[in-house]
């Protein structure tokens, strides 16, 4: 079992940056891939960006050359940078794990507001 906290969401302006954290309670090296993922009002949740282990790195078309995935393994950590924000990123974003392809642990969600 793992437990997985996401932080760094708030409101900005489109345009501007966020950094958004996400904390594993246990090593993540076993974790073959680890993701972000977001959710807006009455949509589904969707695949942001993932990394593997090794560092291979898979993003959205709709976020992609606008956000950066990675991970620190000995940190126990991974981040998502996101840059030139526009208001159709608003949503909830979750940290997610897994050892196959399919996340098996999920984060609580951070908010994250862009406002036009």
């Known amino acids: 079992q793992v437990q997985l906290k996401e932080s760094g969401g708030g409101l900005v302006q489109a345009g501007g940056s966020l950094r958004l954290s996400c904390v594993a309670s246990?090593?993540?090296?076993?974790?073959?891939?680890m993701g972000w993922y977001r959710q807006a009002p009455g949509k589904e949740r969707e695949l942001v960006a993932g990394?593997?282990?090794?560092?291979?790195?898979t993003y959205a078309d709709s976020v992609e050359g606008r956000f950066t995935i990675s991970r620190v393994n000995f940190a126990n950590k991974l981040y998502l940078e996101m840059n030139s924000l526009e208001p159709e990123d608003t949503a909830v974003y979750f940290c997610?794990?897994?050892?196959?392809?399919?996340?098996?642990?999920w984060g609580q969600g951070t908010q994250v507001i862009v406002s036009s």
């Open positions: 990394i593997t282990r090794g560092g291979r790195t």
């Open positions: 246990r090593s993540i090296l076993n974790f073959n891939n």
């Open positions: 997610s794990a897994g050892m196959g392809t399919a996340p098996t642990y």
